[in-house]
């Protein structure tokens, strides 16, 4: 653990050089970590071995492990610190930083994507609406490093993909001048997480507990919050209700089959007081939605490759960002090849505790169906044509019939959605 000591004390003679210029840090934290070389010198064993044995640990920057499983300080300077942060579970949401500095990955592999946000309307202090785009996504491997730089230059989300992953992070605490540090929802929410107030924390908890015992009021008193609130307690309202919908513990709500209308009702409360700002909270919700099941479905996948295809469709949409991510992982392989693959093992894959037929989630997959997937995958403009030739007892009508069915039950499903957008 000696190596860790010598990268401190050399981060902060070179950037006490730079006058603590924070402008300077994160190019010189990356050049830091990628000199010292840490994953030949040190395992994340080693450091877990190190937490246990010592009587009294560095200083603590997140004694209550909110970001990493957990997160460990393992060298403290008076404007910087190093820590290592072990994950265990898949993703970190998109967010920004209020701190700079520098991540290297110690063990397992990420996805990292990066985003641009272009604001469009300053709601309050602690949420905006603006436009999200994807700049870039690439797979990190062991020894890869990022600079992090402070504000929205620099948005991005990591999933990692495996158990567990460790990154080592040379920051600083605060940049006040970056500070809130938003957090993004796809496509057009960026919000402040670690704004607090202790009544609307106490309220969120009052609903869950009100859908939990499935009070037969509680309908009555959502809408009559809803109908009071401003529109940042409205999203964190409807955030919290969309938890509750979408969870298998408790059912279908207040006797309503279809919980999805119990949703829309509450959403009709907020578009009636914010008119139109209601349509970006259900975009936000349905994403959020997708992206849960989506990781409801990965977790039941055991096998390595399967996993990392679900991963990538939580992570990014369109055939030509998931073929480049396939290529990185899979540089010998036809990417499209290995997602017909995929998808035909998938549909074969039988899920237990779920209400879905197989974990591709479509009960009649078949070849037509995947014969159908390739067709719009290599971009096939006459599918009907093609199929014409294979299929001659097949009349023109039938087969475009056929088609269109295939496609619109393809397009719509929650694996292949964000593939075939």
Not at 79 to 90: P, Q, S
Request: net charge negative; proline share 5%; hydrophobic share 40%.
């Amino acid at each position: 653990m000696e190596v860790f000591q010598s990268l401190g004390a050399k981060v902060e003679s070179l950037w006490r050089a730079d006058n603590y210029n924070e402008e300077v840090f994160p190019s010189l934290a990356a050049e830091a970590l990628k000199s010292a070389d840490m994953p030949s010198k040190v395992s994340v064993w080693e450091i877990v071995e190190w937490t246990l044995k010592q009587n009294e640990l560095p200083r603590q920057k997140d004694p209550a492990g909110r970001f990493g499983d957990p997160p460990i300080t393992i060298f403290v300077a008076p404007r910087f610190y190093i820590d290592a942060y072990i994950w265990l579970n898949g993703t970190t949401a998109i967010h920004q930083h209020g701190f700079c500095g520098a991540f290297q990955v110690l063990l397992g592999s990420s996805i990292h994507s990066w985003y641009e946000f272009e604001p469009r309307e300053k709601i309050s202090s602690m949420l905006e609406l603006g436009h999200m785009r994807l700049k870039l996504c690439e797979l990190l491997k062991v020894g890869d490093v990022q600079p992090i730089r402070a504000g929205r230059q620099y948005i991005h989300a990591l999933f990692h993909l495996d158990q567990p992953s460790v990154s080592l992070v040379i920051r600083t605490d605060k940049s006040p001048l970056y500070l809130p540090q938003f957090s993004y929802h796809r496509p057009t929410i960026a919000v402040d997480p670690f704004y607090e107030h202790e009544t609307t924390s106490r309220k969120m908890q009052t609903i869950g507990a009100l859908f939990q015992i499935k009070h037969p009021d509680a309908d009555r008193m959502i809408s009559e919050l809803l109908s009071e609130s401003d529109f940042h307690t409205s999203y964190l309202i409807m955030q919290t209700v969309n938890d509750w919908v979408g969870s298998d513990k408790i059912g279908h709500l207040f006797g309503i089959e279809d919980s999805n209308d119990q949703l829309g009702r509450f959403l009709d409360i907020v578009r009636s007081r914010h008119g139109d700002k209601a349509d970006e909270i259900a975009a936000a919700l349905r994403d959020a939605t997708l992206s849960a099941e989506l990781i409801r479905r990965r977790a039941v996948v055991s096998d390595p490759e399967q996993r990392f295809f679900l991963a990538i469709l939580l992570n990014v949409e369109g055939r030509e960002n998931v073929c480049r991510l396939i290529s990185q992982r899979f540089p010998d392989d036809d990417p499209i090849d290995k997602i017909l693959d995929w998808t035909f093992d998938l549909a074969q894959t039988r899920v237990v505790g779920m209400h879905i037929p197989n974990a591709l989630g479509i009960a009649d997959f078949d070849a037509f169906d995947l014969q159908i997937l390739e067709y719009l995958l290599r971009g096939e403009r006459d599918m009907v044509g093609k199929l014409s030739a294979e299929l001659p007892s097949e009349t023109e009508a039938s087969l475009t019939e056929k088609v269109d069915r295939s496609t619109a039950k393809l397009r719509s499903s929650v694996v292949l959605g964000p593939l075939l957008t």
